[in-house]
């Protein structure tokens, strides 16, 4: 992000849909120079692993600052998922923490995760019961396999989600803050 960097392909796009940088021109976009600056003021590296969550963390927290559509969108989808189930049965396992993002929409008006929610409270289950369903029909087992791909071949995901959750903590019970960092180890 800085002058003289070189970022990889997968760093620009990353850092492009954070709408740090400008897609395409790689111009670091106003709100990239908050950040960078907010990450040197508070200490955090993005080139060390443990600063994940700090990173995210900091992001989120001036994205919603700064009004910036993409991070009340990614907070309101946060609050959605924990108004159905509390943030550890999200944070359980990769697959819950990302299915909901693929069965969250509609196709020819129909909702797949909009049904979950209304008649299990949102819950999705875990990869070996979709690997159940996919061995038991089918007609699932190649749309099911896609899916399972898609979710495995995520990443970061975790740590962006636990972030928003301390945000969450921090209005909404701040004496939880301590606790869960600790348990997280972050």
Same mark, same amino acid.
């Given at each position: 992000?800085?002058?003289?960097?070189?970022?990889?392909?997968?760093?620009?796009? %990353?850092?492009?849909?954070?709408?740090?940088?400008?897609?395409?021109?790689?111009?670091?976009? #106003?709100? +990239?120079?908050?950040?960078?600056?907010?990450?040197?003021?508070?200490?955090?590296?993005?080139? %060390?692993?443990?600063?994940?969550?700090?990173?995210?963390?900091?992001?989120?927290?001036?994205?919603?600052?700064?009004?910036?559509?993409? &991070?009340?969108?990614?907070?309101?989808?946060?609050?959605?998922?924990?108004?159905?189930?509390? $943030? !550890?049965?999200?944070?359980?396992?990769?697959?819950?923490? !990302?299915? #909901?993002? &693929?069965?969250?929409?509609?196709? /020819?008006?129909? /909702?797949?995760?909009?049904?979950?929610?209304?008649? /299990?409270?949102?819950?999705?289950?875990?990869? #070996?019961?979709?690997? $159940?369903?996919?061995?038991?029909?089918?007609?699932?087992?190649? #749309?099911? +396999?896609?899916?399972?791909?898609?979710?495995?071949?995520?990443?970061?995901?975790?740590?962006?989600?636990?972030?928003?959750?301390?945000?969450?903590?921090?209005?909404?019970?701040?004496?939880?803050?301590?606790?869960?960092? !600790? !348990?997280?180890?972050?």
């Amino acid at each position: 992000m800085e002058a003289g960097r070189t970022l990889g392909a997968q760093a620009i796009s %990353d850092v492009s849909g954070a709408a740090l940088i400008e897609r395409g021109t790689g111009v670091l976009l #106003p709100f +990239g120079q908050r950040m960078l600056d907010d990450w040197r003021r508070l200490g955090i590296s993005s080139s %060390d692993t443990g600063f994940e969550v700090a990173l995210a963390t900091a992001l989120i927290r001036a994205g919603l600052d700064d009004q910036v559509p993409l &991070y009340i969108e990614l907070y309101d989808r946060w609050l959605g998922l924990v108004a159905l189930q509390p $943030a !550890t049965y999200w944070l359980a396992s990769k697959w819950r923490l !990302t299915l #909901p993002e &693929y069965l969250n929409q509609a196709r /020819n008006g129909f /909702n797949p995760f909009a049904v979950m929610a209304a008649t /299990n409270g949102g819950q999705v289950g875990d990869k #070996p019961e979709w690997d $159940a369903w996919a061995a038991a029909d089918a007609a699932m087992a190649a #749309p099911i +396999g896609r899916l399972a791909d898609k979710v495995d071949s995520r990443r970061g995901r975790v740590e962006f989600c636990q972030a928003l959750e301390l945000i969450r903590l921090s209005e909404a019970d701040p004496d939880a803050l301590v606790p869960t960092i !600790t !348990t997280w180890s972050v």
